[in-house]
């Protein structure tokens, strides 16, 4: 399913959450109630934004579809009018075909007919010959009598001779005429054939076209479905909403009472109320940063630069800031034997701001992860936000997580296993999200409820917790390294993952 159509549902829900709600009566007063906390506002305003854009988007795929829809009415008005003259023009040449083979049978009957009175008249001169002949053998004393007789017999036989020259001249001339109808008649037959194979490609042409309305359709009604989905998840959002509110209504009455600790409990407010998961997606988009790792490769001839670009956040554990991707997302690989590369660089790059440059480094807790230091200044001048990790990644049962750098997101429940202490188990079945469904895998980032880092998917199955972000012992990616050096280096690192238990290998 594609992104614009999508867009149109989201856009045709949240229209109709909008005009169903009465956000007026939702919100408490400005003059009795104390400001509401930063969480609802935020709430609205993303809501705001989300619905001008995908009324835009909705407006865009309206005119897109109308404009396809006028394209396959005339393409089929085309096709038909093809079609209707095909047919035309077959008629035609059969009539033609009809013709021409009813005079080449007329021509081969006069053919006929003539060639049957030639051998007649052959046959009755040999005769005459023939009495002729016996009648100078009776008469030979009449031979004077006769001369004349016999005279008019030689030209009557010359005659016949003349008239079976002619007969056989136009024979030959009936013949070739017959010839040139007979190879008209071919070439008719074979324009016939190319009209019909001509007329086998409209129809297959109309059947596409017929295939590509019954995939319309099928679009259409897993539209259908995909509506009745999100109006599930959109009373869902509402329900949490409502709740949220009423949350904040009833605990606003505490901060008027206790209003010497009111900062102590707004912190303990946010840190105990989980935030909502389109928010922390939100938040995760609009501080994304590009990390870009590789290294000069040996080719069969020559040697180049591989490198590969992913997105993630800058995460920080107190003491240093990093950018935290998985080994997945580089060029490299952790395996036996160990395939390095020559000088490997990693650079981050936010909002057009070069943030790092130099070399990355393996994750101590898992040498799956990497991290590539950042400059805290930089990150700060550049306004983006550095997520701190998990104080207490157990005060919530589920968990944000999130995909191949923000394609993806979805609700997530996680339980401890004793059996791999220092991970979490997610749930393997497959997460809802926004636009659709996907399976956890390698790489994912998990966002905690409180909007903090938790930790980084090693597998489709389990997360690593992170506590701190201390490199590995001899995980530092020197830009001055060789292959060989980096190859030992990455069957290590395989070595230690190959010691993990079976499930987190």
């Known amino acids: 399913m594609n992104r614009t159509l999508l867009l149109i549902i989201c856009d045709f829900l949240l229209l109709n959450l909008l005009a169903l709600t009465r956000w007026d009566s939702a919100e408490p007063e400005a003059s009795r109630q104390p400001p509401v906390p930063a969480v609802a506002a935020n709430a609205a305003s993303a809501s705001e934004d989300m619905v001008a854009a995908m009324r835009t988007a909705l407006e865009e795929e309206r005119a897109a579809r109308e404009k396809l829809a006028e394209q396959m009415r005339s393409e089929t008005s085309s096709r038909d009018a093809t079609v209707r003259n095909l047919d035309a023009r077959r008629q035609e040449l059969e009539a033609g075909l009809q013709q021409a083979r009813q005079a080449a049978n007329e021509l081969a009957s006069r053919l006929t007919n003539t060639v049957v009175q030639a051998n007649q008249q052959a046959a009755q001169l040999q005769q005459q010959a023939a009495a002729v002949q016996q009648q100078l053998a009776q008469t030979g004393a009449k031979l004077a009598e006769t001369g004349s007789r016999l005279v008019e017999t030689e030209k009557a036989r010359e005659s016949l001779n003349e008239t079976v020259k002619l007969s056989e001249a136009e024979r030959r001339k009936l013949t070739e005429a017959l010839n040139a109808e007979r190879d008209a008649a071919r070439r008719q037959q074979q324009a016939l054939a190319a009209i019909e194979q001509e007329k086998r490609e409209v129809e297959r042409r109309a059947a596409e076209l017929a295939a590509a309305v019954k995939v319309a359709e099928a679009e259409r009604s897993l539209l259908r479905e995909n509506v009745t989905d999100l109006k599930q998840q959109v009373s869902k959002v509402q329900q949490e909403k409502e709740r949220i509110q009423a949350q904040t209504a009833a605990l606003a009455t505490g901060v008027t009472q206790l209003a010497a600790n009111s900062e102590e409990l707004k912190k303990e407010i946010r840190e105990n109320t989980p935030t909502s998961a389109n928010l922390l997606f939100q938040d995760f988009l609009s501080n994304r940063v590009e990390v870009v790792v590789g290294g000069i490769a040996s080719g069969l001839f020559s040697n180049g630069l591989k490198e590969k670009a992913s997105a993630t956040v800058l995460v920080s554990d107190g003491t240093q800031t990093m950018a935290l991707v998985h080994v997945n997302e580089s060029p490299f690989s952790l395996s036996i034997p160990g395939f390095g590369f020559d000088q490997p660089t990693a650079r981050v790059v936010g909002r057009g701001t070069a943030l790092a440059s130099g070399g990355a480094a393996f994750l101590r807790a898992d040498p799956r992860g990497m991290l590539v230091a950042v400059s805290p200044a930089l990150a700060q001048r550049a306004g983006l936000r550095v997520y701190p990790l998990a104080k207490n990644p157990f005060k919530f049962p589920d968990a944000l997580l999130v995909s191949r750098g923000g394609r993806y997101f979805g609700e997530v429940e996680f339980r401890l296993d004793p059996k791999t202490p220092g991970y979490v188990r997610m749930k393997t079945k497959v997460f809802s999200r926004l ?47 060789t292959k060989a050096a980096m190859g030992k280096k990455l069957e290590d690192f395989r070595g230690i993952v190959d010691r993990l238990p079976l499930p987190l290998q």
């Open 435 to 481: 636009f659709g469904e996907f399976s956890p895998s390698a790489g994912d980032l998990v966002v905690s409820r409180s909007g903090e880092i938790l930790g980084l998917m090693v597998n489709g199955e389990y997360c690593v917790v992170l506590s701190d972000l201390q490199v590995a012992p001899g995980g530092v990616l020197d830009p001055a390294m």
